[in-house]
């Protein structure tokens, strides 16, 4: 059976240890232990103390990333657009800029083989080369017929 995994980018207007990112940063432990919770999560990548945000995968210090493995697209979607998640998307305009190309890649993974970092960056750049297709794709695409979990 096949898990969906996602990685997602936000480009702050300052870096995550500014100031004017203190409501986010002071957020982001709630949030993530809400994930950690919701029916269908099954992964997230964080560093050793538990941290995403200090992974520097780009070379600019603004952008953060998100990895994280669900069993299904409606439980991811569950996740990101209800509750407190939703709250505080509705307030990423306070702390994150537009990103040039996407912010978000989906592809799906053969149960527990959670990608690296490295790996989810090169999905993520996959899909603002070749567009959405099958192998990754965006929301606005994931109800597509060829990208439905094949079990």
Do not use: C
Not at 72 to 96: M, P, T
């Amino acid at each position: 059976m096949a898990q969906l995994a996602q990685i997602n980018i936000a480009y702050g207007f300052e870096g995550v240890d500014h100031p004017s990112m203190v409501d986010f940063k002071e957020a982001i432990d709630h949030i993530n232990m809400l994930a950690e919770r919701s029916e269908g999560f099954v992964w997230r990548f964080q560093t050793e103390e538990g941290d995403a945000t200090a992974v520097r995968l780009f070379d600019d210090p603004r952008v953060i990333i998100n990895i994280s493995v669900w069993e299904s697209l409606d439980a991811l979607k569950n996740y990101v657009y209800q509750g407190e998640h939703l709250d505080i998307l509705k307030r990423k305009k306070e702390w994150f800029q537009k990103t040039k190309g996407p912010h978000l890649a989906l592809w799906w993974i053969e149960d527990g083989d959670f990608p690296t970092a490295e790996q989810a960056k090169e999905k993520l750049e996959y899909l603002a080369k070749h567009g959405p297709n099958e192998h990754v794709f965006n929301m606005a695409w994931a109800g597509n017929i060829k990208v439905q979990r094949q079990e």
